[in-house]
């Protein structure tokens, strides 16, 4: 067995390695883990809280055990014994003293040694006080349990939950990209909510980007880039940007945001982005700072098939305390498609009416109802049209466009309308590989996906989608 000196001087010779590795993040976690002791296999830690215990166990942990053992020189296999404390007595890092909070607001987090684990009570304080403030003004309904998961947002659903610190591989930064009224600042709530619950400590970060850009601007007329950067990088654990789309053409905020996503990814602290595109489908956004969104995970969320709408009509109609049968929910669900704020705002409506004019919701009134919104509805483009648009663009046949012909030229124009179709009529892939001749849907998928690509890099290719858009519409009217 190890005396407590050897347990304590290997722990310090480890600890020292580890330190060296990333100094800056290594003063950020320590000083919020307290060593207890080293002896007969088992190390024993002390952490201020879950997220910090969690943070350290995931990101240090194993380099430290694979130092100890090998200083050890025993066979391995070193338990590591954990304690929860806010109070602890010798943090592994000491804060520097700061009296108060006007801590060194050193521009670039990442260069500062500063630590900014544990808190000072009054810090401790301020962030209190800011988290019941993001808690006022999240929507109490967005948490990841009212949020209805299918296949079309299940990879958001899991990345998110996983950002959040719920399990699973988490990916930094996350980037959530979809169409309006998906669920995507939902999720961006749900996440602030579990961090908020869980971690109380966590200082939490949820500005939409036309709020970064405002705070950026404020804190350049008023002098005060100090606070700016406080806020967004020193005093952040937790970066959520909703609507990052909004930074198009702001070059100045965007610099700033390159440079706050830097210094927070040095960190490992987890960043979380929405849009509503892909990455490389932002306008007027430097290739620089796509090339951050994409380094993590990139998770869609798609239109939700028709079994989700419905669970999702259902979920709003319990969280409402609206009372509506089987038959009016698969109604709404098949009648609005693309948009699920439509849809809830649909069922609402439905349930107000109700209740105003004393009207039962049955099938009658809700297709009365149903049909003032349809004419609306965008839909009225159908995959025969665009079809009929590309194959005229392009010179070809309907049946060349649907055949079996591999031909780059034909498969080119296939898949220009196979993408056109996604964009427009929110098509699952399945739909897709059907509507141009029995195709697989993973062939449709890559189909999607290769334009996509293209159309951001090749200008030609553009031309021939903006040709083609432009002979829909005329089309149109
Ligand atoms: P976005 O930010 O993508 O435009 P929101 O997150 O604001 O969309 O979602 C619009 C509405 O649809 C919200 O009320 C949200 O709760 C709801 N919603 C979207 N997707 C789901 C889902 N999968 N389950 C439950 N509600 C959803
Ligand atoms: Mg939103």
């Given at each position: 067995?190890?005396?407590?000196?050897?347990?304590?001087?290997?722990?310090?010779?480890?600890?020292?390695?580890?330190?060296?590795?990333?100094?800056?993040?290594?003063?950020?976690?320590?000083?919020?883990?307290?060593?207890?002791?080293?002896?007969?296999?088992?190390?024993?830690?002390?952490?201020?809280?879950?997220?910090?215990r969690d943070w350290v166990k995931d990101h240090f942990l194993p380099d430290?055990?694979?130092?100890?053992?090998?200083?050890?020189?025993?066979?391995?296999?070193?338990?590591?014994?954990?304690?929860?404390?806010?109070?602890?007595?010798?943090?592994?890092?000491?804060?520097?003293?700061?009296?108060?909070?006007?801590?060194?607001?050193?521009?670039?987090?990442?260069?500062?040694?500063?630590?900014?684990?544990?808190?000072?009570?009054?810090?401790?304080?301020?962030?209190?006080?800011?988290?019941?403030?993001?808690?006022?003004?999240?929507?109490?309904?967005?948490?990841?349990?009212?949020?209805?998961?299918?296949?079309?947002?299940?990879?958001?659903?899991?990345?998110?939950?996983?950002?959040?610190?719920?399990?699973?591989?988490?990916?930094?930064?996350?980037?959530?990209?979809?169409?309006?009224?998906?669920?995507?600042?939902?999720?961006?709530?749900?996440?602030?909510?579990?961090?908020?619950?869980?971690?109380?400590?966590?200082?939490?970060?949820?500005?939409?980007?036309?709020?970064?850009?405002?705070?950026?601007?404020?804190?350049?007329?008023?002098?005060?880039?100090?606070?700016?950067?406080?806020?967004?990088?020193?005093?952040?654990?937790?970066?959520?940007?909703?609507?990052?789309?909004?930074?198009?053409?702001?070059?100045?905020?965007?610099?700033?945001?390159?440079?706050?996503?830097?210094?927070?990814?040095?960190?490992?602290?987890?960043?979380?982005?929405?849009?509503?595109?892909?990455?490389?489908?932002?306008?007027?956004?430097?290739?620089?700072?796509?090339?951050?969104?994409?380094?993590?995970?990139?998770?869609?969320?798609?239109?939700?098939?028709?079994?989700?709408?419905?669970?999702?009509?259902?979920?709003?109609?319990n969280l409402e305390g609206i009372v509506i049968g089987d038959d009016i929910?698969?109604?709404?669900?098949?009648?609005i498609q693309s948009n699920v704020r439509e849809l809830e705002g649909a069922?609402?409506?439905?349930?107000?009416?109700?209740?105003?004019?004393?009207?039962?919701?049955?099938?009658?009134?809700?297709?009365?109802?149903?049909?003032?919104?349809?004419?609306?509805?965008?839909?009225?483009?159908?995959?025969?049209?665009?079809?009929?648009?590309?194959?005229?663009?392009?010179?070809?046949?309907?049946?060349?466009?649907?055949?079996?012909?591999?031909?780059?030229?034909?498969?080119?124009?296939?898949?220009?309308?196979?993408?056109?179709?996604?964009?427009?009529?929110?098509?699952?892939?399945?739909?897709?590989?059907?509507?141009?001749?029995?195709?697989?849907?993973?062939?449709?998928?890559?189909?999607?996906?290769?334009?996509?690509?293209?159309?951001?890099?090749?200008?030609?290719?553009?031309?021939?989608?903006?040709?083609?858009?432009?002979?829909?519409?005329?089309?149109?009217?």
């Amino acid at each position: 067995m190890q005396d407590t000196t050897t347990g304590n001087d290997i722990w310090l010779r480890a600890v020292e390695r580890t330190r060296s590795r990333s100094p800056a993040s290594f003063e950020q976690w320590f000083s919020g883990i307290q060593f207890d002791g080293l002896g007969d296999g088992v190390l024993e830690l002390t952490a201020r809280d879950e997220f910090v215990r969690d943070w350290v166990k995931d990101h240090f942990l194993p380099d430290l055990v694979e130092r100890i053992d090998q200083l050890l020189g025993g066979p391995g296999g070193l338990r590591v014994e954990w304690h929860i404390s806010s109070h602890l007595d010798s943090p592994v890092c000491r804060d520097e003293p700061h009296g108060d909070d006007s801590r060194a607001a050193a521009p670039g987090a990442s260069n500062s040694h500063t630590s900014v684990f544990p808190l000072p009570p009054r810090s401790e304080r301020k962030v209190r006080a800011a988290n019941a403030e993001l808690t006022a003004m999240l929507n109490p309904k967005h948490t990841f349990g009212n949020f209805v998961v299918g296949p079309s947002n299940e990879l958001a659903y899991a990345a998110a939950f996983a950002s959040a610190g719920g399990g699973g591989p988490r990916y930094n930064p996350l980037f959530l990209a979809g169409g309006t009224g998906l669920g995507k600042t939902h999720l961006m709530n749900a996440i602030a909510h579990k961090m908020l619950d869980e971690r109380a400590q966590a200082r939490v970060v949820y500005v939409s980007a036309e709020r970064f850009t405002n705070d950026f601007i404020e804190a350049l007329q008023h002098h005060r880039m100090d606070d700016f950067r406080t806020r967004y990088r020193n005093e952040c654990d937790v970066l959520l940007v909703d609507d990052i789309q909004f930074l198009a053409g702001r070059e100045q905020t965007q610099e700033e945001f390159f440079h706050t996503f830097n210094a927070l990814s040095e960190l490992d602290k987890p960043i979380v982005v929405t849009a509503d595109k892909y990455p490389q489908q932002l306008q007027r956004m430097p290739e620089r700072l796509v090339s951050r969104f994409t380094s993590g995970l990139v998770a869609d969320i798609q239109v939700p098939q028709l079994e989700t709408r419905v669970a999702i009509v259902r979920k709003k109609a319990n969280l409402e305390g609206i009372v509506i049968g089987d038959d009016i929910a698969v109604l709404l669900a098949q009648s609005i498609q693309s948009n699920v704020r439509e849809l809830e705002g649909a069922l609402i409506r439905l349930a107000a009416k109700s209740s105003l004019t004393g009207r039962p919701v049955d099938l009658e009134f809700a297709r009365s109802e149903l049909a003032m919104v349809a004419p609306h509805r965008p839909e009225h483009m159908s995959v025969t049209d665009i079809q009929r648009a590309v194959c005229s663009h392009f010179r070809l046949s309907t049946a060349e466009l649907l055949s079996k012909d591999r031909h780059k030229s034909v498969a080119f124009a296939r898949q220009v309308a196979m993408y056109l179709c996604r964009q427009r009529l929110k098509c699952s892939y399945p739909e897709l590989g059907r509507a141009f001749g029995n195709r697989d849907h993973t062939t449709a998928m890559s189909a999607v996906k290769r334009v996509e690509g293209l159309r951001n890099k090749d200008p030609q290719v553009n031309a021939h989608l903006e040709a083609i858009e432009q002979r829909l519409a005329s089309a149109q009217e």
